[in-house]
């Protein structure tokens, strides 16, 4: 049996389950765990240099990879500085670890120095915490963490761990556990037969199916599994904003976004179709608008993890508790033998309707001569790359208007706080992304605003050669903000214009980087080529984009799904 | 409408506050609540007592359920069950007819007079949420209540039903 201390067990525990990256910022109560990290070198402390960005980064790591996330941090500041990151990844289900540093077991409750109650604070925002007592204890909580931040309806984990414990002066017997079942947690994988075969029957007798697929059936790689399904029933797929990628954008079956900024054709298909495949989807409010006014002709199916996330906002014909991974499994299972040779004669109508619906173009975009549409630049984007890279974005137009015109080819591509909507998101995620894939294109989307939420990371990226390529679109202002001031409150712009901007190129090359700036239309591809051309140095390329510009189409309040805006003029 | 959640959990620090987390995030009543370890010392029984309509008594059993110590929730009043709640109340008993009128009142609930001072009576009594409230109003017209103290409603299924790991 291995003796060693505390901080030791915490290094050792993380190896053995496997973790590679550790995204953190030391601190009084996490020295000792930091001494322990110097002495080896199979997991890689990443240093920030705002703890937030620590959870971003290990956020990032995590939704491109599906692998759980970890930070270390320290008490007090410390901790608590990494609740909007908590927050953002138990909004999207994303999987992560979070060790906190606490004072000594002694002073707890004491208002030591740097004392905060980490567990307590977090609560609302954790799949589950621990406040670990006694050293011996290390290894299970950590095994323990991580077994529940990846399974079920994944998630983040806080990990307290009070300084005395983790001390390096004391010697404790390390024991892994093998195996960490709990008797209070057994998530539900397989579907239950009875709802499997409901679900067959109601999709085959559907006339004018669509598949709605969400951040679930990302989170557990069913991506190749929504595809076979969508081609066998020849069904319309659409995906929410975490769903992006689960279907491959460039598909034919595939009509686009869904929901408040969604495509006419999504919405529309929705509202009109006749039975509704949930896979891994929560009826979230940006996507269902008015609930009562919800897809009034639909059977729904709502295949789910989470039993409390069926008919929690709208009710479920056919629920059916399990991951879409091993759902959809049973019910191609059950499909292999029907037949599906008159299913394209079945559904010529409903993609005829469907088909129309596209033929409004709901995304055209009028660009002139020289001023830059922002949806141009994500256009200029998708082609300098090839349609490949990792994108992450911020929260705001930008993230809509990369959401809407970078069809995403596979799932994990397309990086974004969803749920809770994180400004400063998008440059840690980034590099959380491109520490997982070093060889791979790593892509910011952002604005002027989210960028410096969180731009001190510049000088991370500096630290670890990061070649991440930073596409902010600058409108002046605080652009959705601003839509919204036009749209509702009579143009009156209160607070959503930045006055005094920082000289992005002059900022990006002080923190030792490439800065591009673009102002007019016909700089635009030889900037996205000379970026993209800077294999392995961070280039953010500032562009000037038109301020005016609103995110269409947009659903109208307290309407139908399919009731939208498609321009500054045009109603559905 | 009136609804007893039992929830059968780990007893481990930070469980109650979890649960009763769920029910201030998500804007749930709680009427009452009532905890303590089971005969296995391993786990605790908490039964609370709420309200609402049937889609969110779903989502109260829905969340709780989600919570990584909580091993099952049963809706109490889907089914038969029992129901007892304990009260202990102190009435000032200042004259002879007020202590004669206070013994008589709760011998007709079935109470038990369990602390006796010159000039109070504390008195014990279980029952039914309904018979305490009964009983606190009834002595109310004969003495004054100086102070109450309530368990809130604790239950469990009848027959053969129960909640076990």
Known sequence: MKMMSGAAMVVEALKDVGVTHVFGYPGGAVLDIYDALFAQDSVKHVLVRHEQAAAHMADGYARSTGKTGTVLVTSGPGATNTITGIATAYMD??????????????????????????????????????????????????????????????????????????????????VFPESVAMRSYNPTEKGHMKQIKKAVASMLKAERPVMYVGGGAVACDASGKVIELAEKLNAPVTCTLMGLGAMPGTHEQFVGMLGMHGTLEANKTMHNSDCIIALGARFDDRVTNNVSKFCPHAEIIHVDIDPASI?????????????????????????????????????????????????????????????????????ALYKHTNGDAYVSSDVGQHQMFAALYYPYKKPRQWINSGGLGTMGFGLPAAMGVQFAHPDAVSVCVTGDGSIQMNIQELATCLQYNLPVKIISLNNRALGMVRQWQDMIYKGRHSHSYMDSMPDFVKLAEAYGHVGIKVDRLDELDAAMEKCFSYTDRLVFMDIAVDQNEHVYPMQVKFGAMDDMRLSKTERT | MKRIISVLMENAPGALSRIVGVFSQRGYNVDSLCVAPTDDPSLSRLTIMTHGDDKVIEQITKQVNKLIDVLKVVDLTDGAHVERELMLIKVATRTDAIRAEVKRTSDIFRGSIIDVNGSNYTIELTGTSDKLDAFASTMAECAEIIESSRTGVCGLARGERALRP
């Open chain 1, 311 to 379: 008919s929690k906002t709208v009710n479920a014909h056919i629920p059916v508790v399990g991951s879409v991974d091993k759902v959809l499994d049973q019910i191609l299972e059950q499909l292999a033998e029907k037949d599906f040779s008159g299913q394209k004669e079945k559904l010529s109508d409903w993609w005829q309707q469907i088909t129309q619906w596209r033929k409004r173009e709901c995304l055209k975009f009028e660009q002139g001569d020289t001023v830059i549409k922002p949806q141009k630049v994500i256009e």
């Open chain 1, 93 to 174: 289900s994303i999987p992560m670890v979070v060790l906190s540093g606490q004072v000594p077991s002694s002073l707890i409750g004491e208002d030591a120095f740097q004392e905060t109650d980490m567990v307590g604070c977090s609560r609302p925002i954790v799949k589950h915490s621990f406040l670990v007592k006694r050293a011996v204890d290390i290894p299970e909580a950590i095994a323990k963490a991580y077994y529940i931040a990846n399974s079920g309806r994944p998630g983040p984990v806080v990990v307290d761990l009070p300084k005395d414990i983790v001390n390096v002066q004391e010697s404790h017997p390390y």
